[in-house]
């Protein structure tokens, strides 16, 4: 998997900003859209090799990461998601099936209500679409409460590299059983991590998205998936419940929960999550 090149890779204009990206493979294209604060990298370790036998995978990192640019101003996933099309635009790519990943999968979300024509089909995977629930006491506008003490008590580097450990991404188990998985996808997290200012207005574009009110009205076939313990509440609450909304809510989406899944199944289980996306990709 280290040793797959991208067909072409570069930067690219794009309204204000110059966004970096890769494609890989040959025939529909698949766009794959990151979360919060992460580059394209993680995307190269499972999904890229697996996903470019089918598909042309196009990975790209959002303004604010990576080899993008980072311009000092508000981000929020509406403007995550017209700089994806607009990166689509400019590589002539006119309409895909697209694929993202937490807050990834809200940037999917306005490209859907914004773009119709532009989205073939949607994988909406460990998503949100915002106050999913008015039992949400406490859904923080700007950064979390937790999230910010961590930062402070433990460094933002530090922080960042625990993100991807037990608990949230992956199982105990699994991190006991392959640390060295674990301790790559930390390795790449770090190396790419982005400056804290760019990281903290992610995280603020993430909390900020709302469109629970909104996705009745996706239209497209949409498989929304998510791993079945992925509930840990966090600044946005339980993804598993989010993503129950999510499905109940558009009307042709179809739920399918990864079992023992956290929010990282994709990179702790790729064995499970890619069958029923491929499956679902293959329908549409």
Not at 13 to 39: C, F, H, M, R, W
Not at 219 to 242: F, M, N, Q, R
Request: net charge neutral; aromatic share 8%; with cysteine.
């Amino acid at each position: 998997m280290e040793d797959l090149k991208p067909v072409k890779s570069g930067k690219v204009k794009v309204d204000d900003v110059n966004l970096y990206y890769e494609l890989y493979g040959q025939g529909d294209p698949l766009v794959l859209v990151a979360g919060t604060g992460i580059s394209l990298a993680p995307w190269r370790v499972s999904q890229v090799p697996e996903f470019a036998k089918h598909y042309q995978v196009l990975i790209y990192d959002h303004r604010g990461l990576g080899r993008s640019d980072k311009p000092d101003m508000h981000y929020t996933t509406r403007l995550f998601a017209k700089d994806c099309v607009g990166l689509m635009d400019a590589l002539g790519i006119k309409r895909a099936h697209m694929m993202g990943h937490s807050m990834g999968a809200r940037v999917c979300q306005w490209i859907a209500l914004d773009y119709p024509d532009k989205v073939r089909s949607l994988v909406l995977s460990g998503p949100g679409s915002g106050k999913y629930s008015e039992a949400l006491e406490d859904y923080p506008r700007g950064v979390p409460l937790d999230a910010a003490l961590e930062m402070i008590e433990k460094g933002y580097e530090k922080y960042q590299s625990d993100h991807w450990g037990p608990g949230f991404m992956f199982s105990d188990s699994f991190v006991k059983e392959h640390p060295d998985i674990v301790k790559k996808y930390q390795e790449l997290i770090v190396d790419e991590v982005p400056p804290l200012k760019s990281y903290l207005r992610h995280v603020v574009a993430r909390q900020c998205h709302e469109t629970t009110h909104l996705i009745h009205k996706i239209k497209a076939p949409t498989l929304v998936i998510v791993g079945s313990k992925d509930i840990h509440e966090g600044g946005t609450g339980s993804h598993v419940e989010s993503a129950k909304v999510l499905a109940e809510k558009m009307p042709n989406a179809e739920l399918v929960l990864i079992e023992g899944g956290r929010h990282g199944y994709l990179r702790e289980m790729p064995d499970k999550g890619h069958p029923p996306i491929l499956d679902f990709l293959k329908r549409h």
